[in-house]
């Protein structure tokens, strides 16, 4: 039997930056939290400081990035959770001080930095643990997302990128061969050259810059990539970050191809709506 411990952090940790949607700074403090309190964020900027728990439930938006909540939302979470999942973290208490959180350098490295200068504690209870019985899937257009059965988590993701010279990319990404802070934490948001101006009149995209996105163009990258497939290596990030969300531990072999946060989302619910593993939960 497979036994997940529950972990925070030992201490608390701020990081502070400008979002990437709203453009606008903002702070947050993570700070350690009880067995069984999930990541809660907090509106500390506002009256009250109203909490919203990170849960499937909660998701209010997901064009270009999961925005939690409805009057006092909670936006661009997902590089966070991402770092959260690497770090096997499932309680966190997260006071944000604005609506957006920090976009920082585009990845998730500098919140799993944040995190381990926290220090990461086992705690005492132990994390649901779901797995399938048969392929789910999602699909919306040419867009799809399949999952099933597996005894760890894996992630292959095709990422088309039509109409440039970069092609088609694959990564792989097996849990138990390949590092979460190492391979795919330092991928950064991407997103099309041509496309900036639409998102920024939709009111997206506002604080995007050569210093936290890499943009790409009919001849391929605009500015030097970490790695040769970092867009693909990003949405692997992306999906972890989003399976947060099911607030439970999944062991499935996902394969995702042009995907993003919505059919991730709808994944995740699938998947927390799947059946803990006998004895574990
Ligand atoms: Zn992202």
Not at 78 to 105: F, M, T, Y
Not at 128 to 153: E, I, M, S
Request: proline share 8%; net charge negative; aromatic share 4%.
């Amino acid at each position: 039997m497979i036994a997940i411990p529950q972990r925070t952090i030992r201490q608390p940790v701020t990081r502070s930056g400008i979002g990437i949607h709203t453009g606008t700074s903002a702070t947050i403090v993570c700070q350690p939290a009880p067995v069984g309190t999930g990541i809660v964020f907090v509106r500390a900027d506002l009256p009250a400081a109203p909490e919203i728990r990170a849960t499937l439930d909660a998701v209010s938006d997901t064009r270009r990035g999961v925005t939690l909540g409805g009057r006092t939302p909670v936006r661009t979470i997902e590089h966070l959770l991402a770092a959260v999942a690497g770090a096997g973290v499932s309680n966190l208490r997260v006071e944000v001080h604005g609506e957006e959180l920090p976009i920082l350098d585009g990845s998730a490295a500098p919140y799993v930095e944040a995190l381990a200068e926290a220090g990461i504690v086992d705690q005492g209870g132990q994390r649901p643990l779901h797995t399938l019985d048969g392929p789910v899937w999602v699909v919306k257009d040419t867009a799809w997302v399949l999952a099933v059965p597996a005894d760890h988590l894996r992630i292959t993701y095709v990422v088309p990128l039509p109409a440039t010279r970069l092609g088609t990319q694959v990564v792989d990404f097996d849990l138990s061969r390949h590092q979460f802070a190492d391979e795919i934490a330092p991928s950064r948001t991407w997103g099309f050259a041509h496309e900036l101006q639409a998102l920024r009149q939709a009111g997206l995209a506002r604080g995007a810059s050569a210093a936290n996105a890499l943009a790409i163009g009919p001849e391929g990258y605009l500015s030097p990539p970490r790695f040769p497939d970092e867009p693909a290596r990003h949405k692997v990030l992306d999906l972890l970050g989003d399976l947060m969300l099911a607030e439970c531990v999944v062991h499935v072999h996902i394969i995702a191809c042009g995907a993003g946060h919505t059919l991730h989302i709808e994944l995740a619910a699938r998947l927390a709506g799947s059946p803990p593993r006998a004895g574990e939960a």
